[in-house]
C-alpha cells in the first residue's frame, strides 16, 4: 500500500511520506510479548530514499524509535510517543556476494540469512539459525548465541541517522561489546553486510539443525515472551541466579518466570506490559537479595507505564 501522509501529531506535521503512516498503529499485534500501548504513528517507509527524506524533514524534537519483530521487546502499556519505524519486506532482501559474503536487508530474519549462507556454503553464520529477531536488531544488540556474537561476522552496515543522513559504519564504530552497540538513538539499520568463511552446506545445515533442536529444548519458543530477560553478569548466569533466588515460576498478574528457561518471562495470556516489568524487577530485587548481583537488563523497554 502507498499512501501520501500529510498528517499531524499534536502540533508537529508529519512529513510526506511514499510508504505508510499509521496514527496509533498498534505493536502488540506483532510483538512478542503481544502486550503494550500503541505507537504515536507507525511508520512503514517504501525504501532508503523515503526513510532518509522522510526523517531529514521530521521536525527534531519528534522521537523515532525502529522495531524489528519486537523479541527483545517490553512496550510500556500507555504506548511509544513519537514516530515507530517498522521497515516492511522491501528490506528484507538477502543477497549473496563474493568473498563470502551476504548483504541482508534491515528487516530480514536471522533464519534467512543463516539459510542463504548455508546454501552459498559460508559457515559462521549458523548461529542467527536461533535468533528470533532481524538483521536491524540483531545489528543493534550484537545480538549471539553458542559463542559468537554479530560483531564476529559483521562487515559493515547501512544506517539512516535521525537526521535522515544515509552513512555506511564500519565494524570499529559500532564500538560493541556484550548485547551492545553505540548505535545512535534514532538510527535506523537498513542493511547489513556479513562475512563467513568456506564451508561445507551439509556440515553448515547439520549444525543449523543442532541449534534448533536444542533451541526447542531448552526455550519457551512457543509462548509469548522477550527471549533472555537479564544479561549475563561477568562470572554469571543469568538464569543460575534467578533460580537460586528462589524464583523459577515466580507470578505477577498475568506475568511469569518461565518454568522451562527462567531467564524468559512469559505472558500468559492476560498479561499488561506493566505486570511483565514489574515481576523482571521483582527478580532483580529478589536476585540481589540473595547473591549481592545486580541484574541488567537485556529486553529493551520502550514507552511510557500507563
Ligand atoms: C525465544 C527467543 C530466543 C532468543 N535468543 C536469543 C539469543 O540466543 N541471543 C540473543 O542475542 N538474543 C536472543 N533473543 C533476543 C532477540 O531475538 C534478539 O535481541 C534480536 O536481535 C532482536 O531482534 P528484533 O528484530 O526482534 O528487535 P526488537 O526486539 O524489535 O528490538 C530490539 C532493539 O533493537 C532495536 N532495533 C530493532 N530493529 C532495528 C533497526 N532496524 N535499526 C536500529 N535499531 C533496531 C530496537 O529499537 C530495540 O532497541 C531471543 C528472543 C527470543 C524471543
Same mark, same amino acid.
Given at each position: 500500500?502507498t499512501r501520501?501522509?500529510s498528517l499531524?501529531?499534536?502540533d ?7 510508504g505508510t *503512516?499509521? $496514527? ?9 510479548? +503481544?502486550? =503494550?500501548g %500503541? #505507537?504515536?504513528?507507525?511508520?512503514r517507509p517504501r ?5 532518509a ?5 521530521l ?10 519483530v ?19 519486506? *522491501?528490506? $528484507?532482501?538477502?543477497a549473496v556476494e563474493?568473498?563470502?559474503?551476504? +548483504?541482508? =536487508?534491515? %528487516? #530480514?530474519?536471522?533464519?534467512t540469512?543463516?539459510s ?5 556454503g559460508?559457515?559462521?553464520l ?19 548465541a553458542?559463542g559468537r556474537?554479530a ?7 547501512t544506517?539512516?541517522t535521525?537526521?535522515g543522513?544515509?552513512?555506511v559504519w ?6 560493541y ?8 538513538d534514532?538510527?535506523?539499520?537498513v542493511?547489513a553486510?556479513?562475512e563467513?568463511?568456506?564451508?561445507d552446506?551439509?556440515?553448515?545445515g547439520a549444525?543449523?539443525?543442532r ?6 529444548a531448552s526455550?519457551?519458543?512457543r509462548s509469548?515472551t522477550g527471549?533472555s530477560?537479564?544479561?549475563n553478569?561477568?562470572g ?5 541466579l534467578?533460580d537460586?533466588a528462589g524464583c523459577r ?8 518466570v518461565?518454568?522451562k528457561?527462567c531467564?524468559f ?7 499488561t506490559s506493566?505486570?511483565?516489568e ?7 530485587a529478589r536476585?540481589?537479595a540473595q ?10 523497554r ?5
Open positions: 500500500m501520501i501522509a499531524r501529531s499534536g508537529l506535521p508529519l512529513p510526506p511520506l511514499a *503512516a499509521e $496514527a496509533g498503529g498498534s505493536l502488540a499485534d506483532f510483538i512478542w510479548f +503481544r502486550t =503494550g %500503541a #505507537a504515536e504513528w507507525l511508520v525504501d532508503m530514499a523515503d526513510l527524506q522522510f526523517l531529514a524533514a521536525p527534531p524534537q519528534m522521537p523515532v524509535l525502529p522495531v524489528g519486537g523479541s527483545n521487546l517490553i512496550v510500556r502499556d500507555g504506548g511509544v510517543p513519537g514516530v515507530v519505524i517498522r521497515l516492511p519486506k *522491501a528490506f $528484507a532482501k538477502v563474493p568473498g563470502n559474503r551476504i +548483504r541482508a =536487508g534491515g %528487516a #530480514a530474519m536471522g533464519i540469512v543463516a542463504a549462507a548455508r546454501d552459498a559460508i559457515a559462521g549458523e548461529f542467527l539459525r536461533g535468533i528470533p529477531g532481524t538483521v536491524g536488531g540483531a545489528v543493534k544488540m550484537n545480538a549471539g553458542y556474537e560483531k564476529d561476522i559483521l562487515v559493515e552496515c544506517l539512516v535521525r537526521e543522513v544515509i552513512e564500519p565494524l570499529d564504530r559500532l564500538r561489546s556484550y548485547r551492545h552497540s553505540e548505535l545512535p534514532g538510527a535506523v539499520v542493511e553486510l556479513f563467513g568463511a568456506p564451508g552446506p551439509v556440515v553448515i549444525e543449523m539443525d541449534i534448533a533442536a536444542e533451541r526447542e526455550q519457551p519458543l509469548r527471549g530477560t537479564f544479561k553478569p561477568d554469571h548466569k543469568a538464569w543460575q534467578v537460586a515460576g515466580l507470578r505477577k498478574g498475568g506475568a511469569q518461565s518454568e528457561h531467564n518471562l512469559l505472558n500468559l495470556g492476560d498479561a506493566a505486570d511483565i514489574d515481576l523482571g524487577d521483582e527478580v532483580r536476585v540481589k547473591s549481592g548481583v545486580d541484574l541488567q537488563w537485556e529486553i529493551a520502550v514507552g511510557v507505564r500507563k
